[in-house]
């Protein structure tokens, strides 16, 4: 018993659609639609043969399918060799501080302290920076003056207001900033890390090791020291 194929009915856009649910990338879909193509060729009624518009529009939809799988494969190679790329960049950080956002300044001995930063949102005409211990009491306050908009970033020598060296530990620091005409400026108070490597994610992103620090990206990064 032979097959029949009626080749009298119009192909419509889903004809393919459905002979490929077996294959999903273009290949298959060409693959199966030539198939389909041929016994219908076969088994057309030669006084009234297929449209040709209807066999051009399919072909150029299989055309546009595979363009797509082509351009997804090159953008993806291309993603891989900007990861990589990344990669090979943060490298160079490593043994180098960055300041990140954060609050802390660290002590050791001899009154060494970590630098700190800030970064304004706009020009501040009063700058002040507000140190306290541990447990929260004042130790110092600085006046900074006039700052830019952007990043800063100071050092400080680790003595209180008095001048007296202070205990060695961990640091926290606020910042407030005026405009000209004594609005606030927005400032984003900035702590110094070093890079002791570099992790990849498990999106391929590349993240520098910041130690104690932890984690960030290279967005993270406002300032390299």
């Known amino acids: 018993m032979g097959v029949s194929v009626n080749m009298n009915d119009p192909v419509d856009n889903n004809t393919v659609a459905a002979a490929s649910a077996a294959g999903s990338t273009s290949v ?38 595979s363009g797509i799988e082509n351009l997804n494969t090159t953008l993806g190679s291309i993603s891989g060799q900007i990861t990589t790329g990344q990669t090979l960049q943060a490298s160079t950080l490593v043994g180098h501080g960055v300041m990140i956002d954060g ?15 800030l970064s304004l949102d706009a020009a501040s005409n009063d700058t002040t920076v507000i140190i306290k211990d541990a447990n929260g009491n004042v130790v110092r306050t600085d006046d900074l003056g006039a700052q830019t908009a952007g990043v800063h970033t100071f050092s400080w020598d680790g003595t209180d207001s008095a001048g007296a060296a202070l205990a060695a530990g961990s640091y ?34 590349s993240q520098l090791n910041l130690g104690l620090s932890g984690n960030v990206s290279l967005d993270q990064v406002r300032q390299i020291i």
């Open 172 to 205: 926290t620091f606020s910042v407030a900033a005026t405009s000209s005409n004594g609005s606030p400026v927005n400032a984003t108070p900035l702590k110094y890390a070093e890079v002791y490597g570099v992790n990849t994610s498990s999106t391929g992103a």
């Open 28 to 65: 298959d879909l060409q693959s199966q639609f030539l198939t389909l193509l041929v016994a219908q060729l076969k088994n057309q009624d030669p006084t009234n043969p297929m449209d040709n518009s209807q066999l051009t529009t399919q072909l150029a939809q299989i055309s546009t399918l």
């Open 103 to 117: 609050n802390t300044i660290l002590v050791g001995s001899e009154s060494v302290a970590t630098p700190f930063g």
